[in-house]
């Protein structure tokens, strides 16, 4: 028997029809070449299919089966429930808004002949807190307010507004 994985999500608040196209473009692709293409996808269904490949990862791994072997056998978009609103029109009448939804499933199969990708993603590494400096440290390294006026006295003055304004053409 072929070892699967599937992952589910529901009321996906997204037209199913912009669903399938970013569906269309993972379906086949190695685990790791998907996830690469919906890094780089720049619609909104890309980063909801991106949640949704890694939870099938998630229960993959949890499965104890091997990632890099692993491809998208099936990806399938339904249609969900569409919440209806009403938008007033003319003369009284009423025009509907149907908010769409969709139900997506994707399966992840096994391959033994699945090619070595040339790329791998890392995570990125969490970025470190800077600790903030107490108010005793700043208190000591404060310069009293004549020093400071001879610094900007030795600093070379740039040309005024006036000088930046009124320039001869050069020609």
């Known amino acids: 028997m072929e070892q699967t994985v599937i992952a589910k999500l529901r009321y ?47 229960n993959a791994k949890y499965k104890k089966m091997d990632p890099s072997m692993l491809f998208v056998k099936e990806i399938r978009v339904d249609q969900g429930p569409k919440q209806k609103r009403g938008m007033p029109r003319a003369r009284g009448s009423m025009a509907v ?45 404060k310069k009293p307010a004549s020093e400071k006026k001879e610094e900007k006295m030795k600093q070379p003055s740039e040309p005024g507004a006036f000088k930046k304004v009124f320039r001869r053409k050069s020609i």
């Open 97 to 141: 808004i149907e908010k769409k939804t969709s139900h997506i499933t994707i399966v992840l199969g096994v391959s033994a002949t699945l090619r070595k990708v040339p790329y791998l993603i890392h995570e990125h590494p969490k970025k470190k807190k800077i600790e903030k400096k107490s108010k005793k440290d700043s208190s000591e390294k």
């Open 12 to 58: 996906a608040h997204v037209p199913p029809r912009k669903m399938r196209l970013q569906a269309d473009v993972i379906r086949g692709l190695a685990l790791v070449e998907a996830e690469a293409q919906l890094m780089l996808s720049p619609r909104r269904p890309g980063g909801v299919l991106l949640k949704l490949l890694q939870s099938a990862k998630a």
